[in-house]
């Protein structure tokens, strides 16, 4: 890939991390039911997962299309309430038997306990990349949101970079993408996904689950490519 493909790449990626973290952060609201509802197009950029044979990507995002056409169907107020149900069902405790919190603490031991090493370990990569909590989110800094967010600006810092030509800088971002991939999201969001698939009522949450689940599997074999690529150029 040249400059100007790995900038596009970077930009994509980042743009579906976002669009994860907040799906996962809280419940929508009525304006980001409104948006989806009026939009005529796919829900992140189809360049980001064009090229992708992913079963879970593909038939998630029909299951997320096939929830904003229900969501067409009801009073705004009422897709508001049926979401926001779906959501407290699966993260926030209404069906704890089901679904640990979101957190990579909880899914890392068998009392399911948050505020557990993992917690340190993300926040100490946080700090060292320069990154701040936003301090109105007062989940823990390894809930999910906050780890595909960590993800999104290290996608959009890695394009910044080189689209600045500074090459080095963006390997750099790159590898800690790669190495925080590797070392944290996959190591415990795979059964969150599953938990979620088994929780959920809606598709908007199961198509969620499934892009995740795919997205974080092809997104590893990207930064393994795109850093080799990075390397051979000079």
């Not at 069906?95 to 948050?114: F, G, Q, T, V, W």
């Not at 394009?159 to 790669?178: M, P, R, T, V, W």
């Not at 969001?189 to 009522?201: G, Q, S, V, Y």
């Amino acid at each position: 890939m040249n400059s100007s493909q790995l900038v596009e790449l970077n930009k994509n990626r980042s743009s579906t991390y976002l669009f994860l973290s907040k799906s996962f952060e809280k419940e929508l609201t009525k304006e980001q039911i409104e948006e989806l509802r009026k939009s005529s197009g796919p829900v992140v950029d189809p360049r980001s997962i064009a090229s992708s044979k992913n079963d879970d990507i593909q038939e998630g995002f029909e299951l997320i299309t096939s929830s904003i056409s229900e969501m067409k169907k009801k009073r705004i107020e009422d897709a508001t309430i049926w979401l926001a149900a779906d959501y407290a069902g699966v993260f926030l405790g209404v069906k704890h038997d089901i679904l640990p919190h979101p957190s990579e603490s909880a899914y890392s031991n068998m009392e399911h306990l948050i505020y557990q090493p993992q917690r340190s370990q993300v926040a100490f990569i946080y700090e060292q990349a320069g990154l701040e909590m936003d301090k109105k989110f007062t989940e823990p800094e390894d809930h999910v949101a906050v780890e595909l967010g960590f993800m999104a600006l290290l996608g959009k810092q890695t394009a910044s970079c080189i689209e600045l030509g500074k090459n080095d800088e963006g390997k750099h971002y790159a590898e800690l993408q790669e190495s925080f991939l590797e070392g944290h999201l996959l190591r415990w969001t795979p059964k969150l996904c599953e938990d979620i698939l088994k929780a959920a009522e809606t598709d908007f949450y199961r198509g969620i689950a499934r892009v995740t689940r795919g997205f974080l599997s092809e997104d590893a074999r990207t930064l393994s490519e795109m850093l080799a690529d990075m390397k051979d150029a000079k």
